[in-house]
């Protein structure tokens, strides 16, 4: 049974997920100033934080789940560079930078929150 972090998680990572796509599309199709290889890393740590949260909820043991969500983790720190990059390099504008990042920071605190528990009670 998902613990209500769990349920939280996989939602805001998947939103992210959808988020990062669009995102995606727009620098590659639509943007004046097209971008295509920061926006590509940014896809790929952006939607791996939820892929690996998926793999973390049906993870075979506790060490599994803690290392998957340390994955989640750090996918989500490199898409925070990413981010930032865009916004310095002038392809996002920083009220699109703050609202990705405000996100990212959600997911970092929860993802971290939720190691935090795990670990605590495998120690007891």
């Given at each position: 049974?998902?613990?209500?972090?769990?349920?939280?998680?996989?939602?805001?990572t998947?939103?992210?997920?959808?988020?990062?796509?669009?995102?995606?599309?727009?620098?590659?199709?639509?943007?004046?100033?097209?971008?295509?290889?920061?926006?590509?890393?940014?896809?790929?740590?952006?939607?791996?934080?939820?892929?690996?949260?998926?793999?973390?909820?049906?993870?075979?043991?506790?060490?599994?789940?803690?290392?998957?969500?340390?994955?989640?983790?750090?996918?989500?720190?490199?898409?925070?560079?990413w981010?930032?990059?865009?916004?310095?390099?002038?392809?996002?504008?920083?009220k699109?930078?703050?609202?990705?990042?405000?996100?990212?920071?959600?997911i970092?605190?929860?993802?971290?929150?939720?190691?935090?528990?795990?670990?605590?009670?495998?120690l007891?």
């Open positions: 049974m998902k613990s209500a972090e769990e349920n939280i998680i996989q939602e805001k998947f939103d992210f997920a959808v988020r990062i796509v669009k995102l995606y599309k727009y620098l590659t199709t639509t943007a004046t100033n097209k971008e295509y290889t920061l926006s590509k890393q940014l896809l790929r740590s952006g939607t791996s934080i939820g892929a690996n949260t998926e793999e973390a909820i049906g993870a075979t043991s506790t060490a599994d789940f803690i290392n998957k969500l340390s994955i989640a983790y750090k996918e989500a720190r490199e898409s925070r560079y981010i930032r990059l865009l916004e310095k390099t002038d392809y996002l504008s920083p699109e930078a703050d609202s990705l990042l405000t996100d990212l920071d959600d970092c605190n929860i993802l971290a929150k939720i190691q935090i528990t795990t670990k605590s009670k495998s007891k």
